[in-house]
């Protein structure tokens, strides 16, 4: 894979694309780049974000590529890259899922998932996990057994989840691009929590093999979180599957729908990113928020999760006493949902999917606040209860409707706009299926127009 020329602008902006350029132009190696990520890891150890370092991995990357030929460089060439312990494997990174018990029984990958395998292809040097909540059933990071994940904008408060660890090593500078899962908004609350740009992908737009252990009946979805959109747009070129496009009208007509239960500062947001359109030449027009949708698609995700999770102790003989009380309280829910109580769960999804299509009869992509609020404290939505009916409505009320994309198969980019209170806030932008590159232009438009974000940390290696 070749390298794309370097941006002319690229070593004015802080992101993944600007800390390959700098490699291209000989400002840095890749050895310098993976040691100032290695100090940053240390220096930043109270935010709890990298759960598994080998510092052997990442020197031994950087030096393979240093020594590469600049024909066979990809356009991430010689970036530091974090994987989240949950979801697609990388080659000798042992991910548990955030739990205590899978730490106990995990071996080292021999291989790459496939999405994993085409990610590095680009120049990423994979050398440590990311910090998630156990199984990766919150939208806040506690793990078990280890240290809570704190938000580098304000370390009193969550990063938000699944993806929390990687949302706080990438706002903390750490590393500039890291990999991250969304099964119900853990990629796009986390990104909303710490200032970021993340894509959840259309259904089948990135492979999940080659084992699908993370697939989730199609509601899970894998990709970046990272500073830029181009980050994540090269990071999606880069392992997108072929599917049929869907392109943008030639005016691009967004919706700007705000759930009554999202506060005024979320709304406020969601509002002037519609404006920022509105200059760009889009036509925006105000919706009724698609609630009840939201609300048929949460409880959907919430059968699944149980299931899966269920099915997942039990293939690794995990027993109820050696994860949280409300894994354990989960996985009896899924113990206890009968065969055709699933399969009437898929048959729901699929309707769902179908009549979500009405939101894109006249609009070629949504536009909503991703969160109801600030990011909460520490600790507020761990897996300390035990009552599922409470943890997943208090998920719910804190992210409105972000299960709908994953249930529905949509595409869902995250990105901010502005602060409140010295905190970043997101937005995000939905669309139907096929949708990812029309969405990630949408999202460019946005985010020129869109206050700068002052990160409380510069990225490793690359401080202008």
């Known amino acids: ?45 109270d935010l709890g974000a990298v759960v598994y ?32 312990d949950l979801g697609g494997s990388a080659k000798g990174l042992p991910a548990t899922a955030g739990s205590a018990a899978i730490r106990a029984r995990c071996r080292r990958p021999e291989s790459d998932s496939h999405l994993l395998h085409r990610l590095r292809r680009t120049g990423l040097i994979p050398f440590g996990l990311t910090a998630t909540p156990p199984f990766g059933l919150s939208l806040t990071c506690e793990p078990d057994g280890a240290a809570v994940t704190r938000n580098p904008w304000n370390p009193a408060l969550t990063p938000g989840g699944s993806s929390g660890g990687a949302a706080a090593a990438v706002a903390a500078g750490i590393v500039a691009i890291a990999h991250a899962t969304d099964a119900a908004g853990s990629i796009r609350v986390p990104a909303a929590c710490c200032g970021l740009t993340g894509l959840k ?42 599917m049929a496009p869907v392109y943008l009208s030639e005016r691009p007509r967004v919706a700007l729908a705000l759930p009554a239960r999202c ?42 999760l149980a299931v899966s999770l269920a099915e997942w102790l039990t293939a690794l003989k995990i027993h109820d006493d050696e994860v949280p009380p409300l894994a354990a309280a ?74 709908l994309a994953n249930v529905a198969g949509l595409s869902a980019l995250a990105l901010p706009f502005g ?40 990225i490793a290696g690359l401080t202008t």
């Open 419 to 458: 602060l409140a209170n010295g905190l970043p806030i997101g937005v995000h932008l939905i669309g139907p299926p096929g949708s990812d590159f029309a969405l990630l232009k949408l999202g460019a438009l946005i985010e020129a127009r869109a206050p700068a974000i002052p990160f409380p940390h510069p």
């Open 1 to 45: 894979m070749k390298a794309s020329p370097p941006d002319p602008e690229g070593l004015d902006v802080t992101d993944a694309t600007a800390l390959a350029a700098a490699i291209t132009a000989g400002q840095i190696s890749a050895c310098e780049l993976i040691e100032s990520s290695l100090a940053a890891c240390h220096a930043r150890v």
């Open 201 to 242: 992908p259309s259904r089948g737009a990135v492979p999940g093999g080659p084992d699908f252990a993370n697939y989730l009946m199609g509601i899970a979805s894998e990709l970046v979180l990272a500073r830029s959109v181009r980050d994540v747009k090269t990071a999606f070129e880069a392992v997108a599957q072929p």
């Open 263 to 304: 506060g005024a500062d979320q709304c406020k947001a969601a509002e002037s990113a519609a404006d920022a359109l509105r200059d760009a030449g889009c036509e925006v027009r105000d919706i009724r928020a698609p609630d009840q949708l939201g609300d048929e698609a949460h409880a959907i995700a919430r059968t699944i």
């Open 53 to 84: 370092l080998d510092e052997e991995m990442a020197r031994d990357g950087a030096k393979v590529a240093d020594a590469l030929p600049p024909d066979q460089r990809g356009p991430f060439h010689g970036v530091p890259f974090l994987v989240k």
């Open 330 to 403: 989960m996985a009896a829910e899924g113990r206890a949902t009968s065969a055709t109580a699933l399969f009437a769960t898929s048959r729901q999804l699929a309707h769902l999917k179908k009549r979500s299509r009405k939101l894109f009869k006249s609009a070629d992509a949504v536009l909503m606040p991703i969160l109801s609020s600030a990011p909460p404290v520490v600790g507020a939505l761990d897996l300390s209860g035990s009552s599922p009916d409470d943890h997943m409505a208090r998920l719910e009320a804190f992210a409105p409707n972000a299960a």
